[in-house]
């Protein structure tokens, strides 16, 4: 029977995933270890940039991430909607209005992720696409330290949904609802179509296909 021959199998998983993904992996990990005890699971966390890296230089077979680069051949399997949201502290005159136009982020103190985030560049492209102009006031290295200063009042901010308390008031901050948020992003399970894939990778994504992440709730509160 397929499920004990898997449970037999030995073997590493080497998958990374950028930042927003260490709220949700775990639970994948741990149904595909239940089926497949033997293999070993290495994960990286990294931002965009570095985990493109791990791919060109082979450190991992499998990666999730939202953004993946054009110069590698990869293999793509979409995953769970990644919608990044705009935040601010808890109270903020926005958080109540029902929407708020764009420009209301002209010269608003906006704080960024390193460059080499994904999430970075995806606030990018949405203020250039539409032509916007808040003042960037400080860059922070983590989803975790952009969520405190956004508490404590430096500045409004871009966040993946996933990187919240299902009720945002937790983290001290509140969702507001200016046109275009949240940004409608998706991740998705890569690895290098020019690589053969080991048997611990093989089984990961013939896992994710047949038991694809279910979306959590604050997906789907995300609008909110
Ligand atoms: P990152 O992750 O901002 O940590 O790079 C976002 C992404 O690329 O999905």
Known sequence: DLQALHGLERGRLRIAGVTTTEYFIARWLRRYTDSHPGIDIELAVDNRDAVVRRLQQDEIE???????????PLHRVPLMRNPLVLIGPAG????????????????????????????RLATEAYLHTHGLTPTVRATLGSNE??????????????????ALAADPAHDGVALLPVVGFPIERRWLLVWRSDRRLSLAAQRFVEHVRAHPPDEPD???????
């Open 218 to 224: 604050t997906a789907a509160a995300a609008g909110a």
């Open 62 to 72: 499998l990666a999730v991430m939202m953004m993946p680069p054009d110069n590698l």
């Open 92 to 119: 903020h005159p926005w958080a109540g209005a029902r929407r708020v136009a764009r420009t209301a982020l002209n010269g608003q103190a906006l704080l960024m992720r390193e460059p080499g985030s994904g999430t």
């Open 145 to 162: 330290a952009i969520k405190h200063a956004v508490a404590a009042g430096l500045g409004l901010a871009v966040v993946s949904r996933h």
